[in-house]
């Protein structure tokens, strides 16, 4: 009887230690995969805030399909907070197009509603300003996901530097123009990662 116990013991605790080790396997595996997304997501940020032609600048239409390719990141009922001292400090909801006046109307003098996520890129934004040549970078040491379920919470920097021609040089100026925090959540929408919120404010200096 005692060894038949024994061995019901042993059995059940190795069923036990197999299926936590296939949960934690599993468990890993999906938060991984969708980590590399959230990094994607967060490349793909600051690829459409960034100059595509530093020489010339973007034309009209490259700019707007930069603000397109930015509003594709965002759901639907998106919204961003800037509070960085600014007179177009302000919620901005929503997404929209930049051709379209309805959806990406100038900016409101309601702090509360300043208008569309597209309205932000549109008219306030420096990166999508036409005479601005700026690239967008991040450190990366400082660039945080946490993943419950199908929401997130994101962090990351955004500096700006104006890659514009030193007429002197005929090199890139290099110059920085703007720094960001971007503090927010993104949410699973049918497969894919969206940033849902973020809440932009000006860093501390980014120490290692």
Request: hydrophobic letters at 40%; proline letters at 8%.
């Amino acid at each position: 009887m005692r060894n038949k116990h024994t061995h019901r013991i042993a059995a059940a605790i190795a069923s036990a230690m197999l299926a936590i080790a296939t949960w934690s396997s599993l468990g890993y595996a999906v938060p991984k995969a969708q980590l590399d997304e959230l990094y994607e997501l967060q490349a793909a940020f600051h690829r459409a805030g960034t100059v595509h032609d530093p020489v010339n600048g973007d034309s009209a239409e490259a700019i707007d399909q930069r603000i397109r390719d930015m509003m594709a990141l965002w759901t639907s009922d998106g919204s961003a907070l800037l509070d960085v001292g600014s007179p177009r400090d302000g919620t901005y909801t929503g997404v929209g197009d930049p051709e379209d006046a309805t959806t990406c109307p100038p900016p409101s003098a309601d702090p509360s509603n300043r208008g569309t996520l597209c309205t932000f890129f549109k008219y306030v934004s420096g990166s999508f300003q036409p005479a601005n040549k700026f690239v967008s970078l991040a450190p990366s040491y400082l660039t945080k996901f946490t993943v419950h379920g199908k929401n997130a919470t994101v962090f990351f920097e955004c500096h700006f530097f104006n890659v514009a021609i030193d007429p002197d040089t005929q090199a890139p100026l290099w110059a920085p123009t703007a720094h960001l925090t971007f503090d927010g959540t993104a949410r699973r929408v049918k497969g894919k990662w969206l940033f849902s919120h973020g809440h932009a404010t000006v860093p501390d200096v980014p120490i290692p």
